[in-house]
């Protein structure tokens, strides 16, 4: 088979929606030179499509059911959202970077989500934490690699002062450490492809679904977040995400040189979120969940150290604390604070039969769950009766009918994993409304305000975007039913190397020109489809807190 060296672009949360205008602008002409003379269509994402889940699968070939990875945090049975912060230690199936390996390729990356911390590859993995953390492999190859570009954790790690400060230097701080990452994302990769042999490299850009997360109230005027005086800054912000990425695959293409294949994909869509449903607080009004009597022990007390520009807009003075000098509205004074216990310290599990997580809903099964009530013989009837009542769900305001559809966890995954994931999950008919697991809630829906800062989300947003292009790939064929699970298999195709039949995606053959495809036909082989988390090394340690709180504020944790 003729050796092919493949490009692969992985831009988080892209979505067609934005990228078509900015072509039709012409401000993404890298974007615009593989779609030329390439093929493209939506991509469908795991369900839910969020990164943890998606990203795995696009690089094992896999669902979740047989990778293991369905969320950001561990036991999601057993310790409500307090469990430890996944990682590519728990990744249990082998990925793309493992295949090409064992054939003798040469791999390079940089910054695949939950290939952290880096494992052993022929080549070199440079991995980032969802807190910006960097590990290498080899261990040696480190000190050169950031001496050379200049990579500093603490310039674009999440940002840690919403609420400490005014909203428009939060805003601001977001832009700058998004765009720093995506210079250096842009940096290792070519520092790398000109240093390092390769046949095959990836690189993952994840500003686009920060930026998007933060800023698509500002260029939304239907929005209810809609801010006209912050909208005239930050109107373009996203659009000026899309084209610094642009920028960045750019000078990574003339680095790889030509005659690459080269794919560009995201993991999952975007779409604005107008309003929270909190499933929980619906769960309790119909019978399903109930929340503990004694309201004053679901509360503790701890020292925080709010800044004096907090303390004034909780007093109703935030004009004040506006205009007083940044370093005097930045000090912090020591204050005890009165904080809601965890969410699932106000249950009451003795009486409850379900519950919800921000991705799903989980039944109280007994022998399961810690306090599990429901026994083998009533889960199934519990779920089909949360389902039917799921289904007549109707907006409080319009009256209108949401939901598309209610998915038991059979019908969605399968694999020796899927006693991990929740047992329902739901999908709106539009994707505006955004599931939240809050349980002291007065009511089951709320507006977003402009005291919100993430505004949209891909939760109900599941097709992302693919294209591809290369000296065989056609340029005239219409793709369709494309899912994330189809790329490892056709990146592997693409290196000359036969398909494991443990995959469950198969080769996108009609992007492929006829003669090479006659020449080259796909071939199969049995093997071992078991990861490396068991001997993985989990000796790189990151800051747990700092990463759920960005995480909280993002939707992904209760």
Same mark, same amino acid.
């Given at each position: 088979?003729?050796?092919?060296?493949?490009?692969?672009?992985?831009?988080?949360?892209?979505?067609?929606?934005?990228?078509?205008?900015?072509?039709?602008?012409?401000?993404?002409?890298?974007?615009?030179?593989?779609?030329?003379?390439?093929?493209?269509?939506?991509?469908?994402?795991?369900?839910?499509?969020?990164?943890?889940?998606?990203?795995?699968?696009?690089?094992?070939?896999?669902?979740?059911?047989?990778?293991?990875?369905?969320?950001?945090?561990?036991?999601?049975?057993?310790?409500?959202?307090?469990?430890?912060?996944?990682?590519?230690?728990?990744?249990?199936?082998?990925?793309?970077?493992?295949?090409?390996?064992?054939?003798?390729?040469?791999?390079?990356?940089?910054?695949?989500?939950?290939?952290?911390?880096?494992?052993?590859?022929?080549?070199?993995?440079?991995?980032?934490?969802?807190?910006?953390?960097?590990?290498?492999?080899?261990?040696?190859?480190?000190?050169?690699?950031?001496?050379?570009?200049?990579?500093?954790?603490?310039?674009?790690?999440?940002?840690?002062?919403?609420?400490?400060?005014?909203?428009?230097?939060?805003?601001?701080?977001?832009?700058?450490?998004?765009?720093? /990452?995506?210079?250096?994302? +842009?940096? &290792? =990769?070519?520092?790398?492809? *000109?240093?390092?042999?390769?046949? $095959?490299?990836?690189?993952?850009?994840?500003?686009?679904?920060?930026?998007?997360?933060?800023?698509?109230?500002?260029?939304?005027?239907?929005?209810?977040?809609?801010?006209?005086?912050?909208?005239?800054?930050?109107?373009?912000?996203?659009?000026?995400?899309?084209?610094?990425?642009?920028?960045?695959?750019?000078?990574?293409?003339?680095?790889?040189?030509?005659?690459?294949?080269?794919?560009?994909?995201?993991?999952?869509?975007?779409?604005?979120?107008?309003?929270?449903?909190?499933?929980?607080?619906?769960?309790?009004?119909?019978?399903?969940?109930?929340?503990?009597?004694?309201?004053?022990?679901?509360?503790?007390?701890?020292?925080?150290?709010?800044?004096?520009?907090?303390?004034?807009?909780?007093?109703?003075?935030?004009?004040?604390?506006?205009? /007083?000098?940044?370093?005097? +509205?930045? &000090? =912090?004074?020591?204050?005890? *604070?009165?904080?809601?216990?965890? $969410?699932?310290?106000?249950?009451?599990?003795?009486?409850?039969?379900?519950?919800?997580?921000?991705?799903?809903?989980?039944?109280?099964?007994?022998?399961?769950?810690?306090?599990?009530?429901?026994?083998?013989?009533?889960?199934?009837?519990?779920?089909?009766?949360?389902?039917?009542?799921?289904?007549?769900?109707?907006?409080?305001?319009?009256?209108?009918?949401?939901?598309?559809?209610?998915?038991?966890?059979?019908?969605?995954?399968?694999?020796?994993?899927?006693?991990?994931?929740?047992?329902?999950?739901?999908?709106?008919?539009?994707?505006?409304?955004?599931?939240?697991?809050?349980?002291?809630?007065?009511?089951?829906?709320?507006?977003?305000?402009?005291?919100?800062?993430?505004?949209?989300?891909?939760?109900?947003?599941?097709?992302?975007?693919?294209?591809?292009?290369?000296?065989?790939?056609? =340029?005239?064929?219409?793709?369709?039913?494309?899912?994330?699970?189809?790329?490892?298999?056709?990146?592997?195709?693409?290196?000359?190397?036969?398909?494991?039949?443990?995959?469950?995606?198969?080769?996108?053959?009609?992007?492929?020109?006829?003669?090479?495809?006659?020449?080259?036909?796909?071939?199969?082989?049995?093997?071992?489809?078991?990861?490396?988390?068991?001997?993985?090394?989990?000796?790189?340690?990151?800051?747990?807190?700092?990463?759920?709180?960005?995480?909280?504020?993002?939707?992904?944790?209760?």
């Amino acid at each position: 088979m003729h050796k092919n060296k493949t490009v692969v672009i992985g831009i988080d949360g892209a979505t067609f929606d934005i990228i078509y205008p900015l072509l039709q602008e012409r401000k993404l002409p890298n974007i615009a030179s593989i779609l030329v003379n390439g093929v493209s269509t939506s991509l469908r994402s795991v369900v839910p499509p969020i990164t943890a889940s998606a990203w795995t699968s696009f690089i094992t070939g896999v669902n979740p059911g047989s990778h293991g990875i369905f969320d950001f945090i561990s036991g999601i049975h057993l310790n409500g959202m307090d469990g430890k912060l996944l990682s590519s230690v728990d990744v249990m199936a082998k990925t793309v970077c493992d295949y090409l390996s064992e054939g003798q390729k040469k791999v390079l990356t940089v910054g695949i989500p939950f290939t952290y911390p880096a494992s052993e590859v022929n080549g070199v993995m440079v991995s980032l934490s969802m807190g910006c953390d960097i590990d290498v492999y080899p261990k040696d190859l480190m000190k050169p690699l950031t001496e050379n570009t200049g990579y500093d954790k603490e310039q674009c790690k999440p940002v840690d002062t919403f609420g400490e400060v005014p909203k428009e230097e939060v805003l601001d701080e977001v832009i700058k450490r998004a765009n720093y /990452l995506t210079e250096k994302v +842009r940096d &290792i =990769s070519c520092y790398l492809l *000109k240093n390092h042999e390769w046949d $095959f490299f990836m690189a993952h850009f994840m500003s686009t679904d920060t930026i998007q997360h933060y800023f698509w109230n500002f260029m939304d005027t239907k929005h209810p977040a809609y801010d006209e005086r912050l909208a005239d800054k930050y109107r373009n912000t996203i659009h000026e995400s899309y084209r610094k990425v642009d920028s960045a695959i750019g000078q990574i293409l003339r680095q790889s040189g030509e005659g690459c294949n080269v794919i560009i994909a995201s993991d999952h869509g975007f779409a604005p979120i107008y309003k929270f449903f909190y499933v929980n607080k619906w769960l309790q009004d119909k019978g399903f969940l109930h929340v503990r009597n004694d309201e004053k022990k679901m509360y503790r007390f701890k020292l925080a150290f709010p800044t004096i520009y907090k303390i004034f807009k909780k007093l109703g003075l935030e004009s004040v604390g506006r205009i /007083l000098p940044r370093w005097l +509205r930045s &000090i =912090s004074i020591p204050a005890i *604070k009165r904080c809601p216990a965890p $969410f699932y310290e106000w249950i009451d599990w003795e009486r409850t039969k379900a519950y919800a997580s921000p991705f799903g809903i989980n039944i109280n099964l007994k022998g399961r769950e810690p306090e599990g009530i429901v026994t083998e013989h009533d889960y199934k009837n519990i779920r089909q009766l949360i389902k039917n009542d799921l289904s007549k769900l109707k907006d409080s305001a319009s009256g209108t009918e949401l939901i598309k559809e209610v998915l038991f966890k059979e019908e969605v995954y399968n694999g020796p994993y899927i006693d991990k994931a929740s047992d329902l999950f739901f999908t709106f008919k539009e994707p505006y409304f955004l599931q939240a697991s809050d349980v002291m809630k007065a009511t089951c829906f709320e507006e977003l305000s402009r005291e919100n800062f993430a505004t949209a989300n891909h939760r109900y947003s599941p097709d992302g975007i693919f294209m591809m292009n290369g000296p065989h790939i056609k =340029s005239d064929k219409n793709l369709h039913n494309l899912n994330i699970v189809d790329i490892a298999p056709t990146i592997l195709y693409l290196s000359g190397l036969r398909i494991p039949r443990t995959m469950e995606g198969r080769v996108i053959t009609e992007s492929i020109g006829d003669d090479y495809l006659l020449s080259n036909p796909v071939e199969f082989i049995e093997g071992d489809s078991k990861g490396k988390a068991a001997v993985a090394s989990a000796a790189v340690e990151c800051d747990e807190s700092d990463i759920k709180e960005h995480l909280r504020r993002l939707g992904y944790l209760g």
